[in-house]
């Protein structure tokens, strides 16, 4: 079992940051490959970022790439998303997702076995 507790959302302005972070417990955060998810008000769940257990292998969507850095502390279990020059479109909530038996971290939340319960963010005009 893998306990995720995500922080670090809030309303921001458009251009500006914010970097969530997700603490993890239980299960030994290392050994899982992470990943960074978002749903917006009457859309589907999207995927945002993933990092692979040891941090050397990121992933990113294309709509958030050059803009948002996810990376991870394995000293205190815990995963960041760095996201920088937000836009309106980027209002979801965001929710980080651990993976405990892939190799490579994937895009498909379908291999995500423990989900945290997410954290607001809001970009205003």
């Known amino acids: 079992q893998v306990q995720l507790v995500e922080s670090g959302g809030g309303l921001v302005q458009a251009g500006g940051s914010l970097r969530p972070s997700c603490t993890a417990s239980?299960?030994?955060?290392?050994?899982?490959?992470m990943g960074w998810f978002r749903q917006a008000p009457g859309k589907e769940r999207e995927f945002v970022a993933a990092?692979?257990?040891?941090?050397?292998?990121?992933i990113y969507a294309t709509s958030v790439k050059g803009r948002f850095t996810i990376s991870r502390d394995n000293a205190k279990n815990t995963l960041y998303l760095q996201m920088n020059n937000l836009k309106p479109e980027d209002t979801a909530v965001y929710s980080c997702?651990?993976?405990?038996?892939?190799?490579?971290?994937?895009?498909?939340?379908?291999?995500?076995?423990?989900w945290g319960q997410g954290t607001q963010v809001t970009v205003s005009l």
């Open positions: 997702a651990a993976d405990s038996g892939s190799t490579w971290p994937f895009r498909d939340d379908r291999q995500y076995d423990y």
């Open positions: 990092i692979s257990r040891s941090g050397g292998v990121t």
């Open positions: 239980g299960r030994t955060f290392s050994s899982c490959n």
